[in-house]
């Protein structure tokens, strides 16, 4: 079936450089994104979400970029901190639907 | 108050036990979710209730059986459950469909 994936497993950055974790998505009903931020034993935290009707976001320190043409979603952190480390997901939501499914993730570790 | 709160944080159960794991909330959302998640796994849909009634069962084995009391409480009653249901139970809820998912912190379900 459809589904929300992600290109890489895992990113390891150097404190202080930018991070970009991608996402490709297969349902073209989708028509809105989000990304979470997971750290070990708790429920996935909010970052930044996008509705199908924007190509850019930006939060503090994060920009979410939407490509409708190539289904393909991206989230940009600046100035990366050890606090950043996480496993980040994006998750999809079709128009009109109530389900929200969630792709593979990417483990972020920042190296001091 | 913008909090999910999910009971009890940690269960162990046998395979013949019957329990409950409680989720409550009271932001005034309408849509509330059951999600399982493995360690290194994206969270799995299992239920979704919108306005109090069940509206997405993703083919979820019996021994799961979930509950909407109210629009502000949310269980999962668990009966005769497999070692391979051992993992994190996630509830969530949100406003309507094009709206962020809020998470409960989950509870650690270790079957025996």
């Known amino acids: 079936g459809e589904s929300v994936g992600l290109h890489l497993p895992t990113l390891s950055v150097q404190e202080g450089d930018n991070s970009i974790i991608n996402c490709a998505y297969s349902n073209s009903a989708s028509d809105y994104f989000i990304w979470y931020k997971q750290e070990s034993g708790k429920g996935p935290q909010f970052i930044i979400d996008?509705?199908?009707?924007?190509d850019k976001r930006q939060g503090q320190r994060v920009t979410v970029l939407l490509n409708k043409t190539v289904k393909h979603l991206s989230l940009q952190i600046a100035a990366t901190q050890p606090g950043d480390s996480a496993v980040y997901f994006c998750?999809?939501?079709?128009?009109?639907?109530?389900?929200?499914?969630f792709g593979a993730g990417t483990r972020l570790t920042v190296k001091p | 108050d913008t909090e999910v709160t999910q009971t009890p944080k940690h269960l162990v159960m046998g395979m013949t036990n019957k329990k409950s794991l409680k989720c409550e909330q009271h932001m005034g959302h309408r849509a509330m979710y059951w999600y399982k998640q493995k360690a290194k796994k994206p969270p799995e849909l299992m239920f979704v209730?919108?306005?109090?009634?069940?509206?997405i069962n993703e083919s979820v084995p019996s021994r799961f059986s979930p509950e909407c009391p109210n629009s502000s409480l949310l269980n999962l009653h668990l009966h005769a459950l497999q070692p391979e249901d051992s993992a994190l139970y996630l509830c969530?809820?949100?406003?309507?469909?094009?709206?962020?998912?809020?998470f409960g912190s989950g509870t650690q379900l270790s079957v025996l």
């Open positions: 969530a809820s949100r406003r309507g469909g094009n709206e962020k998912l809020f």
């Open positions: 998750a999809e939501t079709p128009s009109g639907n109530n389900d929200m499914r």
């Open positions: 996008i509705r199908s009707n924007m």
């Open positions: 209730y919108s306005y109090e009634k069940l509206s």
